[in-house]
């Protein structure tokens, strides 16, 4: 599909596949929704590189990212775009990135009907869909449910936006059989669990027989600490080496196989000239001198998060460890502020999940057949650790909310944050919506 017409209560809309030629267009729309007088469109976006025409003109003219633009008397109105796969071959990931409507456009149905559009595009090279849509702009999460789009998580202090640190509620699309979707069963920790059944409404597909308990208690005081439950850790040294990180991961496979219970992805990540915002630490583990792991990660210091986006081991022994260390390291390197780790894990990947449990993780985001599996789709469970963070102080914008399966993701997710003593509502549902947020203290 190349061409749509569509006729909006003004005007006609041209949705269109992106040229290179349109590159300036789309910046401008992006620095006119993101400058403020006090900062660049660049200083507050988590991709300032659609802030460059050039890598815009390069990006669309490439195979990777899928980009369409809506026009409207023969001005560009509107922009969004998605990467294709952002995962393994087989696992058919695509997400979107960057939707956004001029100021005169806003209000008619622009976005909805460009995301539409987008979807289309990516209809038979795609299989999950994700979206972060914000809660700062009503249009953002309104957008999302329009075009079919589920709540799938919520995620605190997820970028530094105009508004201050902005939390987010992801959303995501499967598409084809939703019922053909999950080839392997899901093995959760009880927090994860009630996530899951937030997320899907899958109660009783998500009780494996043999699975009960809660997770264990932390060992001692210290979360970097061997969790309960989880193999011994075995002694080994992590240290980063971002040159011989990259060489290990390439001598171990090119493709994401997502073997070590983490999910390995390649999202959009974000790029500056002047490579002061973003860092791109690798981690190697040493065990008498020899390699047995390696974890890749990003770290935006604007956002003032990290997401660790590959983990690989030579023995499930050292999961534990690894990420333990890993993180260690990544909060070492954010120095004494406030920080936030994610990663995400495959949904049967137990012993993981209560090790990150115990690193004072919890889950925020569930993800029905996100990764390709032997026969169908596996489930994922994505995990965050706030540092010097409190959940509260990231949901200001969370009261306007009028999605009731949203709001009750987010609640869930309040919910799964196991820090005691501290509840309280903050606002009233809003028209058909059931039940009030519950804010849990955060560790500091």
């Known amino acids: 599909m190349a061409l749509m017409n569509l006729t909006p209560r003004t005007g006609a809309v041209l949705l269109r596949r992106a040229v290179p030629g349109d590159a300036r267009d789309v910046n401008r729309l992006y620095n006119q929704a993101y400058s403020t007088d006090e900062r660049e469109a660049k200083e507050q976006y988590p991709f300032p590189q659609v802030l460059d025409p050039g890598w815009i003109a390069e990006a669309v003219a490439g195979g990777s990212i899928a980009w369409v633009v809506a026009e409207a008397g023969g001005e560009l109105v509107g922009s969004t775009a998605a990467v294709r796969n952002i995962g393994g071959q087989r696992d058919r990931i695509a997400e979107v990135f ?62 530094a936006m105009p508004v201050g640190f902005e939390s987010m509620v992801l959303t995501g699309k499967v598409v084809g059989d939703p019922s053909a979707r999950s080839a392997v069963p899901p093995r959760l920790t009880l927090t994860a669990q009630a996530l899951a059944v937030a997320v899907t409404g899958e109660g009783a597909r998500l009780r494996p027989e043999g699975h009960g308990g809660s997770s264990p208690d932390p060992v001692g005081n210290d979360p970097f600490s061997t969790p309960a439950g989880a193999p011994s850790a075995e002694p080994f040294e992590v240290r980063r080496d971002d040159e011989g990180g990259r060489r290990v991961l390439e001598g171990w496979g090119g493709d994401l196989d997502h073997r070590s219970g983490v999910i390995c992805l390649r999202p959009l990540e974000g790029e500056d000239r002047e490579r002061r915002r973003y860092e791109r630490p690798y981690f190697l583990g040493l065990q008498d001198g020899r390699v047995v792991g390696c974890a890749r990660a990003v ?146």
């Open 299 to 444: 770290w935006d210091r604007t956002d003032r998060r990290a997401r660790i986006l590959d983990l690989r081991v030579e023995r499930d022994s050292l999961q534990a460890g690894m990420l333990a260390d890993t993180t260690r390291e990544l909060l070492r390197m954010a120095g004494g502020g406030p920080f936030v780790v994610i990663v995400n894990v495959r949904a049967d990947a137990l012993k993981l999940q209560h090790a990150l449990e115990q690193l004072q993780f919890f889950p925020t985001s569930y993800y029905p057949g996100l990764i390709a599996a032997p026969g169908g789709r596996c489930d994922a469970v994505q995990y965050t650790r706030l540092h010097r963070r409190r959940i509260e102080e990231g949901l200001e914008f969370v009261t306007d909310i009028d999605w009731p399966p949203a709001r009750s993701v987010i609640d869930q997710v309040l919910e799964s944050r196991q820090s005691p003593l501290l509840t309280r509502a903050i606002g009233a549902p809003g028209p058909g919506a059931t039940g009030k947020f519950r804010l849990r203290e955060v560790d500091v």
């Open 98 to 159: 960057g939707v956004v409507v001029s100021h005169g456009a806003r209000v008619k149905g622009v976005a909805t009907r460009l995301l539409g559009f987008l979807c289309a595009e990516l209809e038979g090279e795609a299989e999950f869909i994700l979206c972060e849509a914000r809660t700062a702009e009503p249009g953002g999460w309104k957008v999302a449910r329009n075009c079919g789009f589920l709540p799938v998580g919520f995620e605190p202090f997820a970028h």
